[in-house]
């Protein structure tokens, strides 16, 4: 005769199953919200930390290239006046697919910000800076240099985006040159398909005819993807790099 | 769930809490490393081109 205190294994009581099952759904429970709580920080918190470090490297090594490949126009001799050398060539070759290219600064959006802008826009380059449409034009040229980034995530890189107003400066320096675009349109909201926005002379734009121009896109809802925002630059200067300039960003 | 890993951690109270820390960090750093960079892009926060990207332009 079997005791009670040592019920055989067959026959579990009911309420320790009960109390099994309860206890077993509460764990579940708390391992799920646990997780949604991480992916939450993973979201907010760490793809804007890699995308800091990513950028980083970016510019590093941009910077690296620039140095190696341009020693004329080292900030050592300013003076020296090799200005009109570091003209964008005249043939209009593509920038290097995936490889940072140049550096944008946006006073708007406060004096420590700048991006790399990198040739692509795939998700996987957007995620360490700014990505150009490869298909659009270069720097400086006739066209429409055209470059998207993330409004959330990844560094919030154009979380202000909506603050941009006309007049407002977006400044673009590569190996020889600082290119200062000024806003003229925008920021307007429209549908992801809208693809006409980064055509040569955007028809939604204030340009009507050809021109230097540049713009910039990122997602509207700010944790969406619904529509898109755009702005429209136009190119109002340019100079040698080496000298800096007075906009308000002293790299 | 966690009873059951716990009972079956080797070693004193100490050392089981030990190994269920490093237990803890280890899945942490497959969510961050693996399983969370792979979940994010179905979200839609990657979304920021028009077109996506393929003949945005002329």
Redesign the interface.
């Known amino acids: 005769m079997r005791s009670r205190w040592a019920p055989p294994r067959d026959r579990v009581r009911p309420d320790v199953l009960l109390r099994l099952a309860v206890r077993t759904f509460s764990e579940v429970c708390l391992t799920a919200g646990t997780l949604i709580v991480l992916f939450v920080v993973y979201v907010l918190v760490w793809t804007g930390v890699k995308a800091d470090r990513a950028a980083d490297g970016e510019m590093a090594r941009l910077r690296d290239s620039w140095a190696a490949a341009a020693p004329p126009t080292a900030p050592a001799a300013p003076a020296a006046a090799p200005a009109p050398a570091p003209a964008p060539a005249p043939a209009e070759p593509r920038y290097p697919a995936g490889r940072a290219f140049a550096e944008m600064y946006i006073p708007r959006f406060g004096p420590d910000w700048v991006r790399p802008v990198l040739e692509g826009t795939d998700p996987e380059l957007l995620k360490k800076g700014l990505g150009h449409y490869p298909a659009t034009a270069r720097l400086g040229a006739v066209g429409n240099f055209s470059v998207a980034g993330h409004r959330r995530t990844y560094g919030d890189p154009f979380k202000d985006f909506p603050r941009l107003r006309p007049g407002d400066q977006v400044i673009l320096k590569d190996a020889g040159t600082r290119y200062t675009y000024t806003i003229r349109g925008g920021p307007l909201r429209t549908l992801p398909t809208d693809v006409a926005v980064v055509e040569p002379v955007p028809p939604k734009s204030p340009f009507t005819a050809p021109g230097r121009y540049l713009t910039l896109t990122t997602c509207d809802p700010e944790w969406g993807h619904s529509h898109r925002l755009v702005v429209w630059a136009e190119l109002t200067g340019t100079r040698p790099a080496a000298e800096g300039g007075p906009e308000g960003s002293s790299r | 769930?966690?009873?059951w890993i716990w009972r079956h951690l080797p070693g004193n109270a100490w050392v089981r809490a030990l190994i269920s820390l490093v237990l803890v960090l280890a899945v942490?750093f497959v969510?961050?490393q693996y399983v969370?960079p792979w979940?994010?892009?179905l979200?839609?926060?990657?979304?920021?081109?028009?077109?996506?990207?393929s003949?945005?332009?002329?």
């Open positions: 769930m966690y009873g942490v969510l961050f969370f979940a994010e892009p979200l839609p926060f990657n979304d920021v081109t028009v077109d996506e990207g003949g945005a332009t002329p």
